[in-house]
Nanobody
């Protein structure tokens, strides 16, 4: 069973920073070949992709976080990170870690971690 364990969420004031971490319980080779993503879901809204990082290291971000958030991965630790700076109240959501592999229907989700930004 693949497990994704997230950490790093919490309560922060607007303008502050948080770093989310997600460690995946799979082989190092599987992790390094996976597409890792961070999604978020605010109350009453659909889950949206925040950022993704591909096996070769390329990244993509939703427009609202560009220049503020940075996704990275450490393949030696099977861990993906999301550094969130200049946080705003509209960033408040449950953040989910996700993994998938190109050409495969397999995908897995973390349990989610709450991020709350106060104004």
């Amino acid at each position: 069973q693949v497990q994704l364990v997230e950490s790093g969420g919490g309560l922060v004031q607007a303008g502050g920073s948080l770093r989310l971490s997600c460690t995946v319980s799979i082989s190092r080779s599987l992790f390094s070949s996976g597409v890792m993503g961070w999604y978020r879901q605010a109350p009453g809204l659909q889950r949206e992709l925040v950022a993704a990082i591909y096996s070769a290291g390329s990244t993509t971000y939703t427009d609202s976080v560009k220049g503020r958030f940075t996704i990275s991965r450490d393949n030696a630790k099977n861990t993906v990170y999301l550094q969130m700076n200049s946080l705003a109240p509209e960033d408040t959501a449950v953040y989910y870690c996700h993994v998938r592999w190109s050409g495969s229907l397999n995908e897995f989700w973390g349990q989610g971690t709450q991020v709350t930004v106060s104004s």
